[in-house]
């Protein structure tokens, strides 16, 4: 089986490995993917779940944080790489061509206007880009106020029968909770920096 | 005064030459968002006021302009300042500590609070890349490192600036005159308000938001500059109050501030009118001062707006601003990318574009004669 890579070029991610090629499903045959190409991990359905790894490892993945929910995979730090087996059960898949971040910035009646971050090209200037109310996730509605982060995605869903229909995700991220360990963590190292460079007034 | 034109072959060719040792500049950065202020206070020493980077490089500016006149960070850079932290103002600013070894760093007082530690320490988990918290992170982490053994890291920094305070000061030597640079804020009041502030944005579990600064601030450090008998007033973000204790209006009614009409006033927060105080003008500028501005094209309505231009306009004849407000064409994308944007976007452009760039330089000896060259798509407004 080929491997999908040929059928178009993705803009070059100089952050990113991964990107470099499209981000391959559970549902492809990867026993004639080279080796590198078993990055991905455990699909899950928790979008909230909290980061692993090390912050240097999401980094250098460049996907870390990053979850598209409902469209079957979740990116992650490749701590956990799950090797699949050679004959998976078919899925559809989600090709991404251009992802960003972005920040609410104001909100108006029917629309949004945000500044997104190009996460596929990062020499790209910063854009300011109005979009549909409408185009929100019921489940993200609640979560859309001005400094609301999301990240947005663009590509290609992939049918069973290799039929592709282009799309954009969009997704509200949300802060997993702070565990009582983190925010003493956070406390203490607040406490060092004060301890170090604090000047009492 | 008359401006020396925009990009001439003259003024091109003029533009990677130093200064005279005996010569003031002022010069503003701005590439659509971010702001960067260089300054040459005679006898090869330089101060740095804010940061910003270069589109695409992620460079910050300061660091290569000196680069470009042939200069080194690390003989010439004395002092930087940090005059609040948001995104626009802070991003570059740990590279330009980084290569300045013997500056000293000064940055408002508020961000010596408990509250701001806290979001600083929180920032190696906010859930986005490169927040403004980050950026002080860094520089904390390179005076940590710097702060020789058995020596509290505080012992070098950062100067924690209040209102009045002389940051920095160069006696004269031959024909280069003395040179000053004092905080003009935050006030005692600003403080106690910022931190207050700072206590609501701690970290809490729920939606991830990122602060989006589309405010002036209270808590900013204004700057006042003295060149022998020539003065600069940098205004940074701070607002203009009507509570009398902070704000433009603690300045203008304070007792201990240097006395004294400034010649070159960079406009606060990008022009806009919450940041004006009409009394500034009158009482700390000379006449037709030279005024500069970066834009901030960001949000609904981007700076400064056409009435802000008409309100500069209408107190200064030379007034520069190092961008227009307006955006740019965004990048070309792949071209089903290109499709989908044009089906899902109702409207989109770039926000930073090329590092426009408004340099000031004077004499000492006749501080009302400026000479402004224009750079990277800066301009007379
Ligand atoms: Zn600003």
């Given at each position: 089986?080929?491997?999908?890579?040929?059928?178009?070029?993705?803009?070059?991610?100089?952050?990113?490995?991964?990107?470099?090629?499209?981000?391959?499903?559970?549902?492809?045959?990867?026993?004639?993917?080279?080796?590198?190409?078993?990055?991905?991990?455990?699909?899950?359905?928790?979008?909230?779940?909290?980061?692993?790894?090390?912050?240097?490892?999401?980094?250098?993945?460049?996907?870390?944080?990053?979850?598209?929910?409902?469209?079957?995979?979740?990116?992650?730090?490749?701590?956990?790489?799950?090797?699949?087996?050679?004959?998976?059960?078919?899925?559809?898949?989600?090709?991404?061509?251009q992802?960003?971040?972005?920040?609410?910035?104001?909100i108006?009646?029917?629309?949004?206007?945000?500044?997104?971050?190009?996460?596929?090209?990062?020499?790209?200037?910063?854009?300011?880009?109005?979009?549909?109310?409408?185009?929100?996730?019921?489940?993200?509605r609640?979560?859309?106020?001005?400094?609301?982060?999301f990240?947005?995605?663009?590509?290609?869903?992939?049918?069973?029968?290799?039929?592709?229909?282009r799309?954009?995700?969009?997704?509200?991220?949300?802060?997993?909770?702070?565990?009582?360990?983190?925010?003493?963590?956070?406390?203490?190292?607040?406490?060092?920096?004060r301890?170090?460079?604090?000047?009492?007034? | 005064?008359?401006?020396?034109?925009?990009?001439?072959?003259l003024?091109?060719?003029?533009r990677?030459?130093?200064?005279?040792?005996?010569?003031?500049?002022?010069?503003?950065?701005?590439?659509?968002?971010?702001?960067?202020?260089?300054?040459?206070?005679?006898?090869?020493?330089?101060?740095?006021?804010?940061?910003?980077?270069?589109?695409?490089?992620?460079?910050?500016?300061?660091?290569?302009?000196?680069?470009?006149?042939?200069?080194h960070?690390?003989?010439?850079?004395?002092?930087?300042?940090?005059?609040?932290?948001?995104?626009?103002?802070?991003?570059?600013?740990?590279?330009v500590?980084?290569?300045?070894?013997?500056?000293?760093?000064?940055?408002?007082?508020?961000?010596?609070?408990?509250?701001?530690?806290?979001?600083?320490?929180?920032?190696?988990?906010?859930?986005?890349?490169?927040?403004?918290?980050?950026?002080?992170?860094?520089?904390?982490?390179?005076?940590?490192?710097?702060?020789?053994?058995?020596?509290?890291?505080?012992?070098?920094?950062?100067?924690?600036?209040?209102?009045?305070?002389?940051?920095?000061?160069?006696?004269?030597?031959?024909?280069?005159?003395?040179?000053?640079?004092?905080?003009?804020?935050?006030?005692?009041?600003a403080?106690?308000?910022?931190?207050?502030?700072?206590?609501?944005?701690?970290?809490?579990?729920?939606?991830?938001?990122?602060?989006?600064?589309?405010?002036?601030?209270?808590?900013?450090?204004?700057?006042?500059?003295?060149?022998?008998?020539?003065?600069?007033?940098?205004?940074?973000?701070?607002?203009?109050?009507?509570?009398?204790?902070?704000?433009?209006?603690?300045?203008?009614?304070?007792?201990?501030?240097?006395?004294?009409?400034?010649?070159?006033?960079?406009?606060?927060?990008?022009?806009?009118?919450?940041?004006?105080?009409?009394?500034?003008?009158?009482?700390?500028?000379?006449?037709?001062?030279?005024?500069?501005?970066?834009?901030?094209?960001?949000?609904?309505?981007?700076?400064?707006?056409?009435?802000?231009?008409?309100?500069?306009?209408?107190?200064?004849?030379?007034?520069?601003?190092?961008?227009?407000?307006?955006?740019?064409?965004?990048?070309?994308?792949?071209?089903?990318?290109?499709?989908?944007?044009?089906?899902?976007?109702?409207?989109?452009?770039a926000?930073?574009?090329?590092?426009?760039?408004?340099?000031?330089?004077a004499?000492?000896s006749?501080?009302?004669?400026?000479?402004?060259?224009?750079?990277?798509?800066?301009?007379?407004?």
């Amino acid at each position: 089986m080929a491997a999908p890579t040929a059928k178009f070029n993705p803009v070059q991610d100089a952050r990113s490995e991964t990107l470099r090629r499209p981000i391959a499903s559970l549902g492809e045959s990867l026993a004639d993917q080279p080796h590198d190409q078993f990055e991905f991990v455990v699909p899950s359905l928790s979008p909230e779940r909290p980061l692993e790894g090390t912050e240097a490892e999401n980094q250098t993945n460049g996907i870390a944080r990053e979850t598209f929910s409902g469209i079957g995979y979740e990116a992650r730090p490749a701590r956990r790489i799950l090797r699949l087996p050679t004959a998976p059960v078919p899925r559809e898949r989600f090709i991404v061509l251009q992802k960003w971040e972005g920040t609410v910035i104001s909100i108006e009646k029917d629309e949004f206007t945000a500044v997104v971050r190009d996460l596929t090209n990062p020499r790209h200037p910063e854009e300011q880009v109005t979009l549909l109310l409408g185009d929100v996730a019921d489940g993200d509605r609640q979560l859309l106020a001005p400094g609301a982060i999301f990240y947005w995605a663009m590509g290609y869903k992939v049918n069973l029968f290799g039929g592709r229909e282009r799309v954009a995700s969009l997704r509200f991220r949300r802060l997993p909770a702070l565990t009582a360990r983190d925010l003493r963590d956070i406390r203490r190292e607040a406490e060092r920096l004060r301890e170090l460079f604090g000047e009492t007034r | 005064m008359k401006p020396n034109g925009s990009a001439s072959s003259l003024a091109k060719r003029a533009r990677h030459e130093p200064p005279a040792p005996d010569e003031a500049e002022v010069s503003l950065f701005g590439p659509g968002i971010g702001e960067s202020a260089v300054v040459h206070l005679g006898g090869g020493d330089w101060i740095v006021i804010d940061s910003c980077v270069e589109t695409g490089t992620r460079e910050p500016v300061a660091v290569k302009y000196l680069a470009n006149l042939g200069l080194h960070s690390e003989h010439s850079l004395r002092l930087i300042i940090v005059s609040h932290w948001h995104d626009d103002h802070i991003r570059g600013i740990s590279s330009v500590l980084q290569a300045a070894p013997h500056a000293v760093i000064a940055c408002s007082a508020a961000l010596n609070s408990d509250e701001f530690f806290q979001l600083t320490a929180f920032s190696r988990r906010a859930m986005t890349e490169w927040p403004g918290t980050a950026e002080f992170e860094a520089v904390l982490a390179i005076l940590e490192q710097r702060a020789p053994a058995g020596v509290r890291p505080a012992a070098i920094g950062p100067t924690w600036a209040v209102a009045n305070q002389r940051l920095w000061q160069r006696s004269a030597t031959g024909s280069i005159p003395s040179a000053e640079v004092y905080a003009l804020s935050p006030s005692a009041a600003a403080l106690t308000l910022a931190i207050n502030g700072f206590a609501d944005m701690l970290p809490v579990a729920g939606p991830a938001r990122k602060l989006v600064a589309l405010t002036p601030n209270q808590a900013a450090v204004a700057v006042w500059i003295v060149f022998g008998s020539f003065n600069i007033l940098l205004g940074s973000d701070l607002e203009a109050s009507t509570n009398p204790l902070i704000g433009w209006h603690a300045i203008i009614t304070s007792q201990a501030r240097p006395t004294g009409l400034a010649h070159v006033f960079k406009v606060p927060h990008h022009g806009s009118d919450d940041a004006d105080e009409p009394a500034v003008w009158t009482t700390m500028l000379v006449p037709n001062p030279c005024a500069v501005l970066t834009p901030f094209i960001k949000g609904p309505s981007p700076l400064p707006r056409p009435t802000d231009i008409s309100r500069l306009k209408a107190r200064t004849n030379e007034l520069y601003c190092t961008a227009a407000p307006k955006g740019w064409a965004p990048p070309r994308r792949d071209p089903a990318v290109e499709r989908t944007l044009r089906e899902t976007v109702r409207a989109r452009r770039a926000i930073s574009g090329p590092m426009g760039h408004v340099r000031i330089r004077a004499q000492h000896s006749a501080p009302n004669s400026l000479q402004v060259d224009l750079f990277n798509g800066a301009h007379r407004l």
